[in-house]
């Protein structure tokens, strides 16, 4: 089983609309959790940390369920410039970053 | 923000050769380097971690002797991808932390290809 496991998507979504994914992780000791994105060809960025009582940046809500061990990123009123990839990182014990396989969104209009 | 910059951001090299790429982190001291290989479709794979001043640690499967880092400042963190090959082709990505703990700041990566 893989450490970090992501959905691969696509997911296409209406411009406008709500879109929700999960990743899951396998190592429960793990310590902190984030959502990336990754456009095509470029380098991830820090979309936002996911915090244990859950947090909203703006139209990006991000969850974190330990008991279960998934963290999820809903998206709200869905824009064509959020088409990109989503990529899950879990930082463990040792202090690295663990990134999942990316879930693909698709805003289209 | 943290701003980390590589060089080259492309480069096409022949078999058997040898390539550095270069990680600065432009503002901020980076106490720790990561270096990262993305396939593509798939996700970004850690190759070794690297500290200021001491060897760098390789992910299991990395060849060390193929892959050299030097973390020499700490601004400053090479990786040299020696004989390449082309199934060394793939994309090639830093980051680096200011704090244990703290967020890693990615640079623009530097895609890599061999003939």
């Known amino acids: 089983r893989k450490e970090v496991e992501q959905d691969p998507g696509p997911f296409n979504v209406p411009e406008g609309a709500t879109v929700a994914f999960n990743c899951t992780y396998s190592n429960s000791a793990s310590q902190s959790f984030f959502w990336y994105r990754q456009d095509c060809r470029k380098e991830p960025k820090l979309l936002m940390s996911?915090?244990?009582s859950g947090n909203e940046d703006g139209r990006f809500t991000a969850q974190l369920n330990r008991a279960s061990q998934y963290i999820s990123l809903l998206i709200r009123d869905s824009k064509l410039s959020d088409s990109a990839t989503y990529l899950c990182a879990v930082n463990s014990k040792s202090n690295k970053l663990t990134f999942g396989g990316g879930t693909r969104v698709l805003v289209k209009p | 923000g943290a701003v980390v910059s590589q060089h080259p951001s492309w480069v096409i090299c022949k078999s058997g050769t040898s390539v550095k790429i270069e990680c600065r982190s432009l503002?901020?001291?980076?106490?720790?380097m990561f270096w990262y290989r993305q396939f593509p479709k798939q996700s970004l794979m850690l190759m070794a971690t690297s500290n200021e001043g001491s060897k760098a640690t390789y992910e299991q499967g990395v060849e060390k002797d193929k892959f050299l880092i030097n973390h020499a400042s700490l601004t400053l963190s090479t990786l040299t991808v020696t004989s390449a090959h082309p199934e060394d082709s793939s994309f090639y990505i830093c980051?680096?932390?200011?704090?244990?703990?703290?967020?890693?700041?990615f640079g623009p990566g530097t895609r890599l290809t061999v003939t």
């Open positions: 996911v915090y244990s």
């Open positions: 503002d901020f001291q980076a106490t720790t």
């Open positions: 980051s680096a932390r200011d704090r244990v703990g703290g967020e890693q700041y």
